[in-house]
């Protein structure tokens, strides 16, 4: 099993609609959680961490489950300027950095 | 407010050049990272450092070497470059393991 895994999509959806994107993870004991988005041909940067309670910013939220092992974020009423990929992002084994999914391609069409 | 930058930005090489990509960061982050990106690959660890003057290998080491000297830089060589090493290489940099990683604008390489 991958470290991490993710539907590479596309999604295409149109705008103001909400879209879900789920991640697995390998190991039980990562920590930290992340999302990022990528615009094409530019540097990932972060969206938003995950806690464990779940959280929220604005229009996205993101929700743990560590007995599942899998991660979403949750995006409502999309925007065209939601377009990109999303990276799901999960600490490794033991010290190790950071480890990416191959990423989530999103297309929000007018 | 800088944060990550890597230098050059495009370069394209010979078969069996060689080059060195500069990864800087002005953010007093110990823990420093070399990328790269293929299509349908993702993002895949080269190298890794965790202080100044040391070095990891990641997931696909060969043919690349690196250095630590400064806290602030994180050089990525590429003795005899070779057409699979076509990609673009993203540096990053973290505070500690397990928190948040900031990336440079990349660096497009081709090797002809």
């Known amino acids: 099993r991958k470290e991490v895994e993710q539907d590479p999509g596309p999604f295409n959806v149109p705008e103001g609609a909400t879209v879900a994107f789920n991640c697995t993870y390998s190991?039980?004991?990562?920590?930290?959680f992340f999302w990022y988005r990528q615009d094409c041909r530019k540097e990932p940067k972060l969206l938003m961490s995950?806690?464990?309670s779940g959280n929220e910013d604005g229009r996205f939220t993101a929700q743990l489950n560590r007995a599942s092992q899998y991660i979403s974020l949750l995006i409502r009423d999309s925007k065209l300027s939601d377009s990109a990929t999303y990276l799901c992002v999960v600490n490794g084994a033991g010290n190790t950095p950071l480890v990416f999914g191959k990423g989530t391609r999103l297309s929000v069409i007018a | 407010n800088a944060g990550v930058t890597q230098t050059p930005k495009f370069r394209v090489l010979k078969t069996g050049q060689s080059m060195t990509l500069l990864c800087a960061q002005d953010?007093?982050?110990?823990?420093m990272y070399w990328y790269r990106q293929d299509p349908g690959m993702g993002l895949r660890l080269i190298h890794y450092?965790?202080?100044?003057?040391?070095?990891a290998k990641g997931e696909v080491p060969d043919g690349y070497n690196v250095s630590r000297l400064k806290k602030q830089n994180f050089l990525l060589g590429l003795e005899s470059a070779a057409p699979s090493q076509t990609s673009v290489y993203f540096c990053?940099?973290?505070?500690?393991?397990?928190?948040?990683?900031?990336f440079g604008q990349g660096t497009r390489l081709t090797v002809v």
């Open positions: 995950v806690y464990s």
């Open positions: 953010m007093n982050h110990e823990y």
């Open positions: 190991n039980s004991a990562s920590q930290s």
């Open positions: 450092s965790v202080g100044e003057g040391t070095t």
């Open positions: 990053a940099s973290s505070y500690s393991w397990g928190a948040e990683a900031f």
